[in-house]
């Protein structure tokens, strides 16, 4: 089972959780991309989607192939609340609420890719490198 570990469990002071637009509006996915990841490895993958809105790209990369494991965190809790997208199904199984900016730890996965479509833009420039040193300590964990 797949596990979120963080004291962080929202993105309290970022403008997308107070005032949330993307998560609001946006479950988009990218089918070529997926395809185009199986180019890159063989075999199932592993992926982690920060900044995951509803979680299309997740569940379409999950049922992609047999065998493949996606994660998506968002640090607003809109679509959990309203029931929105994906999170009535996989909401603490494959989704999550977390502060990328914070630390966390993903257990019982180890990733083969992280995306952050339309993320990076979202954070406060001083933010950004404890963000990416977290990236790499998660990329870099073993199971």
């Known amino acids: 089972m797949i596990e979120l570990i963080t004291d962080y469990p929202l993105a309290y002071e970022s403008n997308d959780h107070n005032f949330p637009h993307g998560t609001k509006n946006d479950n988009s996915t990218n089918k070529r991309f997926i395809e185009e990841l199986h ?3 063989q075999g199932s993958l592993n ?3 920060l900044g995951c809105s509803g979680g299309q790209l997740v569940v379409d990369f999950i049922n992609h192939r047999e065998g493949n494991k996606g994660v998506g965190i968002e640090g607003s809790d809109y679509s959990v609340k309203r029931k ?3 999170c ?3 909401y603490n199984k494959n989704l999550f609420t977390a502060d990328i900016t914070k630390p ?3 257990k019982n996965i180890k990733f083969d ?3 952050l479509w339309e993320v990076l833009e979202h954070i406060h420039k001083e933010q950004l490198p404890n963000c990416l040193k977290i990236l790499r300590i998660i990329l870099n964990q073993t199971v």
């Open 39 to 41: 180019t890159l490895k």
């Open 88 to 90: 009535p199904e996989y």
């Open 84 to 86: 929105r997208a994906n």
């Open 47 to 49: 992926i982690l989607d």
């Open 113 to 115: 890719f992280i995306t």
């Open 104 to 106: 966390f730890t993903v």
